[in-house]
Structure formats: C-alpha cells, structure tokens
C-alpha cells in the first residue's frame, strides 16, 4: 500500500498496482503538480515548424477525457494513440482509466516530452502499475508506425490543413474500424465515416466540437 498526502492533506491509500477510476483526477493533479506545457524554448517551436507544424498548446480538461472514455468503451484489445501529446496528460489519464493494452503518446516537443516521462514515472511512484500501460515518445508522429492503432485521439485544433491530411492518409492504412477523434473536422475523405460529434470542454473553450470518425474502407 501507497500513501501519499493530496493538496489538501488529505492521505491517499492508493493499493499498488491499483487507480480506481474515481482517484484519476487526483492522481493526475498530484502528478502535474506545477507543470505545464506552454511555455517551450525556441529551438523546440524551430523543430516544429521544421515538420510543417504547430506548437501551439492546449489541453482537452480531464472531465472532458472521462467522457470522451465514455463515448469510446475502450477494452483490452485497444490500443489507443495521443497524437501530439503534449505533456501526457491524456496518453497517462487512458493508462491509468482503462484497460487498454497499451496507451501511447507521441510529441515533438522535448521539453512537454520530458514532462510528460517525469509524470509517468510520479505515477509510478505514487503505485500506479498501470502507467506502465503508457509509453511516450519524442517523435513526429507521421514518422512513427501506428499500424496497431484502434483509438487515436488527436487535439488537432492548430494544426496545418495538410499535415492533418497526411495524418489522415497514414491511418487510413491502419486498421478497419479504428476510430479517430479529432478536434479539426477531417473534411470530405474516402476513408472515414463521422459517427459523432462530442462537446467537449478544452482549456481554452468549453463545449468544443469534437469529432469522431470510424475507418470504414483503407486505404491501398
Ligand atoms: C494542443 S496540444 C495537445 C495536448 C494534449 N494532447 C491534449 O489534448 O491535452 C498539441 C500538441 O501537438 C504537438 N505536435 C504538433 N505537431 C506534432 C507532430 N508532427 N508530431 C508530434 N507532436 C506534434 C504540439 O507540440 C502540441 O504539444
């Protein structure tokens, strides 16, 4: 048995290898206590821009991540992806929340990365077997296979029409059924069928569209 003590003081029996679903929230304020993802050194926006990006952040709020777990069930044979995953936040929450075989973030920003490792390893420490579930790497998530992808999230709200079409492109040669949300609407594709849009609350905006697409026919 862990224990630790919250904001408050109040003492936090976390049974190791164990988060309920109900102590998410306060794991993850713990874990990010006095960290954030906003502030990045030049180099890292020169790195960005670099790949036809945007460093802009933002974050999907962790009541806003509980239901978006609710619309999508995750089970054990998912395999869920937070493309662009700034400090982990997301990739840790499915981790820590779920079943998932394996939660994956991937971020091009080393700075939001490093944040992200140093979470997953408070989480560890605090008892958290499942953020063992949760793997992040320091990459563009167009170089990185995603051919075992089910779930893929991504807060695209920034990024560059094309890089949104390339992305889109790419899981299209994923797996039949895999399920994309995405907060920039994919526009007219081939490939992905809309089957909801969810409003969300994100830190800059409640109720933001989010929109969630199923992959009905790949892409040769
Ligand atoms: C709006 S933030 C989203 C943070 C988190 N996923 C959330 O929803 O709370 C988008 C992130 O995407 C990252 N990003 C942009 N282009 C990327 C790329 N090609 N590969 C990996 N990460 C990228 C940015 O650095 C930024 O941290």
Known sequence: MVVDADRDG??????EGQCGVGDVRTILRQIYRGSDGYAIPDGEKRRVARAHSKATYGE???????????HLQPTAHDVFYDLG????????HVALATAVAQSVGVELVGTRHATAEAARSRALALGCARARACTLLNRDFLRVGLGDATLVYTCSTAFPAALLRKLAAKLARG???????????????????????????????????VHVYRLTRRAP
């Open 175 to 209: 797996r039949l059924g895999l399920r994309l949300v995405t907060l920039q609407p994919l526009g007219s594709t081939p490939w992905f069928a809309a089957t909801a849009t969810l409003r969300l609350d994100t830190s800059w905006q409640r109720r933001t569209p």
């Open 85 to 92: 995953s700034g400090i982990g936040q997301v990739a840790l």
């Open 60 to 70: 999907l709020l962790p009541t806003a991540t509980l239901r978006l777990l609710e």
């Open 10 to 15: 109040t003492a936090l029996p976390f049974a």
